[in-house]
């Protein structure tokens, strides 16, 4: 199982990606070894840390499957048979984030609003073409692997 964080950044929330990239890490090495069942052999959550100004323009996606792929030897993507990825996005509020009073507190509010926005999941357009991927079991790790990084920052 695969966890990627692709969010997108604005000038102002910039310097969180050296963050959000070790929090991926940390992720894909807890996740590396789990299976949940199913075919859901990739995750993205892309939080949206942009200003309003922006999200006036780029409009949250609703959550998405596509064909897993890897690249073959020549580099030529090729699509893995029986294998699925779910691409979702969520609104992160950059007016709360800036309200944080230091760097660890914005820390600790990025891996909340991740924690938040995880029920999104369990909403029946995604649970019913995942087929017997056990969802909650995901979810309820996810949320037990961010607690421990973030008692840690």
């Known amino acids: ?19 959000i990239k070790h929090l991926q890490t940390s992720l894909n090495e807890a996740f590396k070894n789990k299976n ?16 309003p100004r922006f999200l006036a323009v780029l409009k949250v996606r609703k ?5 897993h792929m890897i690249l073959d030897e020549h580099g030529e993507r090729t ?9 979702y996005e969520y609104v992160v509020d950059v007016n709360q984030l800036a309200e944080q009073p230091n760097e660890k507190a914005q ?3 990025i891996i909340d609003e991740i924690k938040r ?9 995604i649970t019913t073409k995942i ?3 056990d969802m909650s079991g995901f979810i309820s790790d996810l949320r037990d692997e961010l607690n421990i990084i973030k008692s840690k920052l």
């Open 63 to 67: 959550p998405k499957f596509h064909k």
């Open 79 to 87: 699509i893995v048979a029986n294998k699925i990825e779910l691409e």
């Open 117 to 125: 926005n995880l029920d999104r999941l369990m909403e029946k357009d």
């Open 36 to 51: 949940y069942g199913g075919h859901l052999e990739r995750i993205y959550i892309g939080p949206m840390l942009l200003e």
């Open 131 to 133: 087929g017997d991927f």
């Open 107 to 109: 820390r600790a509010f």
């Open 1 to 19: 199982m695969e966890v990627i964080l692709s969010p997108d950044y604005s000038i102002k929330t910039g310097y969180l990606q050296i963050f």
